[in-house]
Every structure is written in structure tokens, then in C-alpha cells.
């Protein structure tokens, strides 16, 4: 096997034991052998339980990448993008809805996933066409990630085959973060409301307050 199929082995049966038995029982060793990997290969690719969520993370972030749209508005390309992760994190939702609901009692992967998403909120503006460079590359990166958790919590509820839900409260946290954008491009912007606290039970036919 090449590195990469190592690296999807391995990261299916992480997250297979997460939906099966929690997230808190998954280790490297316990993942490479339930997918038959030999250890001193799952040693040498992944180091620690952590570094499983940085190469999904990695493959998450290449996947939404390639072939990205170059056409239609900015709001256009950036929900493209997103719903392309959507698309990967599906294919192992039960593992990862095991994450999810492990990360309030485990602070140090909070914080290292948290870290991680910033990161990839950049580079997913940079596939959108969007600076991610200097202060505002920053903030821009800052306002993304808050997007990309408001639908995060909706697919982690739901439950439709085509995923209707969370494209709704993507796009409508979308179109929150292109309005404060505006504002702040035109130098006076007023305090922006905060996105709705459960994406769920906000109204699909209206606009995020």
C-alpha cells in the first residue's frame, strides 16, 4: 500500500471505532489493527492520535481544493467550497459526531482542531480567490471559521439524504459574513448581530439576524 491509501485505511478505522465505541477509545495502534496495517506503518505515518486529525484534516481541505470554481460571486465559490468538506466529513459522519460530542471534556483536542480550522478557513479563501494574507487575510480567515462551525452544528443534526439543512444554514451564514464584510469595507460598520445560537431551529425562508 502507498502512503495515501495507509493514510484512508487508517483514518476510516479511527473513526469507525469512534462511532462504535467514542472517540476517547480510539489510539493508532487500535485503528491500524482493525484496518490489518502493519504498526511500524501506522508509526511512521502517524505519530499520535492527534496526527490522525491533522491528515484527515489535510485530505478535507485538498478535497474541497481541487477543482475549485473560478466563476460566480465570491459567496458562490466559498459555499462550493464548504459544502465539498460537507461532503468528505460524510462519509465518516458517525466518527465524527463521536468527535464532536468528546471535544467539551477534552480542551487540548479542542484547541488543536480549532487551531487546525483557522488554518484551513485560509486556505479555503485563498480557493475562493480571497487574500488570507495580513490583518485582514486574518480576520477574514476568523469570520470563515465562524461560518464554517454555524453549519458544522447544523450537519451535525442533520439528518436529510441531501443534506438540505446545512446547505441552509451555510448560506445563511454566508450572507451574514458578506453583509459585515460590506460594512467594514465601507469604514463604519454597525455592531453585527451574532449568528443564531441552534442552526437548526432558525427559519430556513429568512436571513440570519
Same mark, same amino acid.
Given at each position: 500500500? #502507498?502512503?495515501?491509501?495507509?493514510?484512508?485505511?487508517?483514518?476510516?478505522?479511527?473513526?469507525?471505532?469512534?462511532?462504535?465505541?467514542?472517540?476517547?477509545?480510539?489510539?493508532?495502534?487500535?485503528? &491500524?489493527?482493525?484496518?490489518?496495517?502493519?504498526?511500524?506503518?501506522?508509526? &511512521? %505515518?502517524?505519530?499520535?492520535? #492527534?496526527?490522525? !486529525?491533522?491528515?484527515?484534516?489535510?485530505?478535507?481541505?485538498?478535497?474541497?481544493? /481541487?477543482?475549485?470554481?473560478?466563476?460566480?460571486?465570491?459567496?458562490? %465559490?466559498?459555499?462550493?467550497? !464548504?459544502?465539498?468538506?460537507?461532503?468528505?466529513?460524510?462519509?465518516?459522519?458517525?466518527?465524527?459526531?463521536? !468527535?464532536?460530542?468528546? =471535544? @467539551?471534556?477534552? @480542551?487540548?483536542?479542542?484547541? !488543536?482542531?480549532?487551531?487546525?480550522?483557522?488554518?484551513?478557513?485560509?486556505?479555503? =479563501?485563498?480557493?475562493?480567490?480571497?487574500?488570507?494574507?495580513? =490583518?485582514?487575510?486574518?480576520?477574514?480567515?476568523?469570520? =470563515?471559521?465562524?461560518?464554517?462551525?454555524?453549519?458544522? %452544528?447544523?450537519?451535525?443534526?442533520?439528518?436529510?439524504?441531501?443534506?438540505?439543512? /446545512?446547505?441552509?444554514?451555510? #448560506?445563511?451564514?454566508?450572507?451574514?459574513?458578506?453583509?459585515?464584510?460590506?460594512?467594514?469595507? %465601507?469604514?463604519?460598520?454597525?455592531? $453585527?448581530? $451574532?449568528? @443564531?445560537? #441552534? $442552526?437548526?431551529? &432558525? $427559519?430556513?425562508?429568512?436571513?440570519?439576524?
Amino acid at each position: 500500500m #502507498d502512503d495515501a491509501a495507509i493514510d484512508r485505511a487508517l483514518i476510516t478505522a479511527a473513526f469507525d471505532m469512534a462511532a462504535s465505541d467514542g472517540w476517547n477509545a480510539v489510539t493508532v495502534g487500535a485503528a &491500524a489493527r482493525r484496518a490489518e496495517l502493519p504498526l511500524e506503518q501506522a508509526r &511512521a %505515518r502517524f505519530p499520535g492520535r #492527534d496526527a490522525i !486529525l491533522l491528515r484527515f484534516g489535510r485530505i478535507v481541505d485538498q478535497a474541497a481544493l /481541487t477543482d475549485a470554481a473560478a466563476d460566480g460571486s465570491t459567496r458562490e %465559490r466559498l459555499f462550493d467550497i !464548504l459544502m465539498r468538506r460537507f461532503d468528505v466529513l460524510q462519509a465518516h459522519r458517525e466518527g465524527i459526531r463521536a !468527535l464532536l460530542r468528546a =471535544l @467539551p471534556s477534552n @480542551p487540548p483536542v479542542a484547541l !488543536l482542531l480549532a487551531l487546525a480550522t483557522h488554518g484551513s478557513m485560509g486556505w479555503m =479563501l485563498e480557493g475562493a480567490g480571497v487574500s488570507s494574507a495580513g =490583518l485582514r487575510g486574518a480576520l477574514r480567515a476568523k469570520g =470563515l471559521t465562524a461560518v464554517w462551525l454555524f453549519a458544522l %452544528r447544523a450537519w451535525e443534526h442533520d439528518a436529510s439524504p441531501d443534506l438540505s439543512a /446545512t446547505m441552509a444554514a451555510l #448560506d445563511r451564514a454566508l450572507g451574514q459574513a458578506e453583509r459585515v464584510a460590506e460594512w467594514f469595507d %465601507r469604514g463604519a460598520p454597525p455592531a $453585527p448581530k $451574532p449568528f @443564531p445560537e #441552534d $442552526p437548526i431551529a &432558525a $427559519p430556513s425562508d429568512t436571513e440570519a439576524p
